[in-house]
């Protein structure tokens, strides 16, 4: 059974860091491309950050500069940093395997 797992939310202050993991079982993430999502509430979901089998990066330009995925394929897990949050930041925050799965999320609270 595939599962993706995120964890590392929270609430962080504004001009804070945190760091998303997402722990896959059931599939290799090696032969993925990854991809972090978030859903502010009343707001579509929005593509954020991708990584590749190689470990080429793209993101929004939301993000862009802020925050960087990355990819640890011998513990089967990707990465999202985030630094300089904002207000706006707030959301739940999801990776995904390719076109096909998607972990049920954690919470990012960006407030002082």
């Known amino acids: 059974q595939v599962q993706l797992v995120e964890s590392g939310g929270g609430l962080v202050q504004p001009g804070g860091s945190l760091r998303l993991s997402c722990a896959a079982s059931g599939l290799p993430v090696s032969i993925y491309s990854m991809y972090w999502y978030r859903q502010a509430p009343g707001k579509q979901r929005e593509l954020i950050a991708g990584i590749n089998t190689s470990g080429t990066t793209n993101y929004a330009d939301s993000v862009k500069g802020r925050f960087t995925a990355s990819r640890d394929n011998a513990k089967n897990t990707v990465f999202l940093q985030l630094n300089s949050v904002k207000p706006e930041d707030t959301a739940v925050y999801y990776c995904?395997?390719?076109?096909?799965?998607r972990g049920q999320g954690t919470q990012v609270t960006v407030s002082s």
């Open positions: 995904q395997a390719g076109s096909a799965y």
